[in-house]
């Protein structure tokens, strides 16, 4: 090995410096979310429709899991319900889901981080319709 002297130092030095220019953004930001938590869930819906032809059971296990993860992340990375909601959106999209599904998907989240816990939202008020055809009118205190 031979000495090293003052020419490869510098170019030791200027090569950093010439790295760290174009891509110490990128590091900088990959060490700071290295620890963050990527969302995994089990099964993806990718479009609003899709969603809208699963039956209630289905709908509500995704929620949950969607739900699940917002206060995962809420906890983990210390960010707001918001920022989390945004993270949530973005996470979807990356994977391909809808915009439109996206959009609906936040305030359940919002909500779930709010109250650290799963509250079943409304789903689908167009599947919510009354089967029978009749009006449900009055309830009165002896029918039950």
């Given at each position: 090995m031979g000495n090293l002297d003052i020419s490869k130092i510098v170019t030791i030095i200027l090569f950093f410096f010439i790295g760290m220019f174009f891509f110490g953004d990128k590091i900088f930001?990959?060490?700071?979310?290295?620890?963050?938590?990527?969302?995994g869930l089990s099964k993806l819906i990718y479009t609003k429709t899709d969603f809208n032809n699963l039956d209630t059971t289905e709908k509500t296990a995704f929620l949950r899991e969607t739900s699940s993860a917002c206060v995962s992340k809420h906890h983990v990375d210390k960010l707001s319900c918001m920022d989390t909601s945004y993270w949530l959106a973005d996470s979807l999209e990356r994977e391909g889901v809808d915009k439109d599904l996206v959009i609906d998907l936040m305030p359940s989240c919002i909500k779930a981080c709010e109250t650290?816990?799963?509250?079943a939202p409304v789903i689908d008020k167009s599947n919510n319709k009354n089967p029978s055809g009749k009006s449900e009118g009055t309830k009165w205190m002896w029918e039950d």
């Open positions: 930001s990959w060490y700071q979310h290295k620890d963050d938590l990527q969302l650290e816990k799963y509250i």
